[in-house]
């Protein structure tokens, strides 16, 4: 009988292909104008809720590495605030590109699990736990994304939008409040899916 640490690293290489796989299909990152919805953060939460946060965020971190690439090699308008090795309209990408786009993807994996093991301490119900996680790890990801972007880029973000600077923050919120929502839903439904799915075999490994 395989170990549960087997049964891990199993399960993470399955989630590290499920990433690949997404980074390059467009499913990984479907262009909405200047932004980009994805679901790279689906496979992230679970790892999280189904292994614990250091597998959540190594994967965080791939997602985030993922990021980089798809920025540098089929950049958008934006995409200078994610790699730091391009330049879109004169603006160029810099060293806060790499704040932007690898730690809030490493945060999902930690805020997911820290919001599952709250909520099993105090015995939520585990449906609810799953959803709960897969919510907070969504939003965490959109809030500290357009947070660094408005942080670190703020003025050339709002010039590669031919927007106002003093509109910006209302630009963001309305992201948050529209992509930022569908994707943490989405992320909610699949999660507590596949979670369900996943349960005999993480019975098994326990």
């Not at 920025?71 to 790699?83: E, L, N, Q, V």
């Not at 790890?137 to 809030?143: D, E, F, K, S, W």
Request: net charge positive.
């Amino acid at each position: 009988m395989r170990t549960k640490k087997t049964k891990d690293l199993t399960l993470f290489a399955f989630f590290l292909a499920v990433e690949l796989i997404l980074l390059f299909t467009p499913l990984g990152f479907l262009r909405i104008g200047p932004l980009s919805a994805t679901l790279m953060h689906i496979p992230v939460i679970i790892a999280a809720v189904t292994m614990g946060w250091k597998y959540g965020a190594a994967l965080g971190l791939i997602f985030g590495i993922c990021s980089v690439w798809n920025a540098t090699f089929a950049p958008g308008i934006t995409s200078f605030c994610f790699s730091p090795f391009i330049t879109i309209g004169g603006i160029s990408g810099n060293y806060a590109s790499l704040i932007v786009a690898l730690v809030p993807r490493i945060c999902i994996g930690l805020v997911s699990y820290g919001v599952f093991t709250l909520c099993r301490k105090h015995k939520v119900n585990e449906s609810i736990n799953v959803v709960a996680a897969a919510l907070a790890g969504a939003i965490i990801n959109t809030v500290l994304v357009l947070g660094f972007i408005y942080l670190f880029f703020g003025q050339a973000y709002a010039q590669a939008l031919s927007i106002s600077f003093d509109t910006l923050l209302a630009v963001l919120m309305g992201v948050v409040f529209s992509n930022g929502i569908a994707e943490a839903v989405i992320a909610a439904v699949v999660t507590l899916m596949v979670y369900k799915a996943l349960k005999p075999i993480l019975k098994q490994s326990a």
